[in-house]
């Protein structure tokens, strides 16, 4: 009977969908794993240029992905602040800057499947320039919308927030935006903003599957046998959490649309080492 009776409640126990803030985090992620994609520079040759297929379909799955985001964001908040304006701009932004990448990739591939002389082309280098800023704008817009939607009353996801220490927290958003990677699963972490990420706070994130690893392509252009960190779905959650507590300071907008971006800062002596730009 009581086999029966757990049976049956475990067809009801189904994990609620993803929120819309941990959705945009979750294209943060792809966007980064697209950036490291096409550091293989191997793809402006003509012997390689069906590989070219694969990031631009990616470019083209991103632009379509950050179009539903956006339409899904403005009819959840019809009337929003200035906040929510931003982020609903950068995922208009990201739209047409990764159909533009794809473009690219895609002019490039036609050119070098006609035989066309091998020259040095910009496509690539232009496609991943397009989209570098895009992680950290998500994350921000994330931040945004999760703190909208518990101001008005939508949706309130401060439950699912851990209680982690502030480093943790911070080397989460760091994670997040894509600037974590480790030369190996036990080494020392790249980061490449401020402040540095202890190793110690990365491996309990990883215990506690906040946190996970994915393998850098083989032929990325600067770093040779890393690992790119990643959000889970739980640290997602927890990061979506965090920003919609009530105990949290006002939330931080998306990079002003007029504002230059911050270089990464240069590598200093001490351990963990600041990685190059993604460029």
């Known amino acids: 009977m009581d086999t029966a009776s757990n049976d049956h409640q475990q067809l009801f126990d ?80 990201l739209t047409h800057l990764a159909e533009t990448a794809a473009a690219h990739l895609d002019g490039l591939q036609r050119t070098l499947e006609t035989g066309s002389p091998a020259t040095r082309s910009t496509a690539v280098t232009t496609a991943r320039a397009l989209t570098r800023l895009a992680a950290d704008d998500l994350v921000a817009s994330a931040v945004s919308v999760a703190h909208e939607l518990r101001v008005r009353n939508i949706r309130d996801l401060s439950a699912q927030a851990l209680p982690l220490s502030a480093a943790e927290n911070e080397a989460l958003t ?32 990883t215990a506690q599957g906040l946190v996970e690893s994915v393998a850098m392509p083989a032929e ?50 001490a351990a963990p080492r600041t990685a190059p730009s993604r460029r």
């Open 174 to 205: 760091a994670v997040a935006g894509g600037h974590v990677a480790l030369t190996d699963p036990q080494g020392s972490p790249y980061v490449e903003s401020r402040p540095p990420v202890a190793i110690a706070t990365l491996r309990a994130l």
């Open 14 to 93: 189904v994990a609620p969908p993803p929120s819309l803030p941990e959705r945009i985090l979750a294209l943060a992620a792809d966007f980064t794993r697209h950036h490291d994609q096409l550091a293989d520079h191997r793809l402006n040759t003509p012997s390689h240029a069906d590989q070219l297929t694969a990031p631009r379909r990616s470019a083209e799955r991103l632009g379509h992905q950050a179009r539903g985001l956006r339409h899904e964001v403005s009819a959840t908040l019809p009337r929003y602040p200035a906040a929510t304006r931003d982020a609903v701009a950068r995922l208009h932004q």
């Open 220 to 269: 990325y252009e600067n770093w040779r046998d890393q690992a790119r960190l990643q959000l889970t779905g739980t640290g997602r959650a927890h990061l979506a959490g965090l920003a919609g507590h009530p105990a949290s300071a006002a939330p931080p907008t998306a990079r002003s649309l007029s504002a230059t971006p911050a270089t990464a800062p240069a590598p200093g002596p």
